[in-house]
């Protein structure tokens, strides 16, 4: 289900939520004892790109998500578009995953949530000149930029 929502109620709560995941994760593993860290069970593979943004999509930016997968930014040059996807490193039951896309101004952003498998998305969103901000969720751990991979055209726009 593909949901675009034009409000900027929901464009803060995707930031924030992105904001506190992103700024927590850090503080997090920094407060682990370093014991603890050094015995860790080891991270699973990194999930790879999938390719189903389609053709001239090419990777631009990642968040790993936990252990549990990857959110990928991709951008077309050709067409001037982003396309999101959330892909797990690990596929199987299908679980709770989403892959969103969105901008400041004006307020919009475009969401694939769902119970999936492999992969949430693809989103796609022509922001051409735009900063972005993007996120994916697996089972719960968010990860994503906000205010990111602006274009050269954002301060004309």
């Known amino acids: 289900m593909i949901d675009i929502r034009r409000a900027a109620a929901i464009g803060a709560a995707v930031t924030a939520t992105a904001c506190a995941a992103v700024a927590l994760a850090p503080a997090a593993v920094a407060a682990e004892p370093a014991a603890q860290r050094a015995t860790a069970a080891p991270k699973a593979a990194a999930a790879q790109y999938n390719g189903v943004c389609g053709s ?14 990857t959110v990928f930014l991709t ?21 709770h995953m989403t892959a969103s896309l ?3 101004s004006p307020t919009t952003t475009v969401t694939d ?32 930029k906000n ?8 301060a004309n726009r």
């Open 56 to 69: 001239g999509y090419a990777v631009v930016n990642s968040a790993q998500i936990d252990t549990k997968g």
């Open 75 to 95: 951008y077309n040059s050709a067409t001037g578009k982003n396309c999101v996807v959330t892909v797990r490193n690990k596929p199987g039951k299908a679980v």
């Open 113 to 144: 949530t769902g119970y999936f498998t492999t992969y949430a998305g693809p989103v796609h969103l022509d922001a051409r000149g735009l900063c972005v901000t993007w996120r994916g969720e697996i089972s719960g751990e968010v990860a994503g």
């Open 102 to 104: 969105g901008f400041a």
């Open 147 to 154: 205010g990111t991979n602006c274009g050269s055209l954002a």
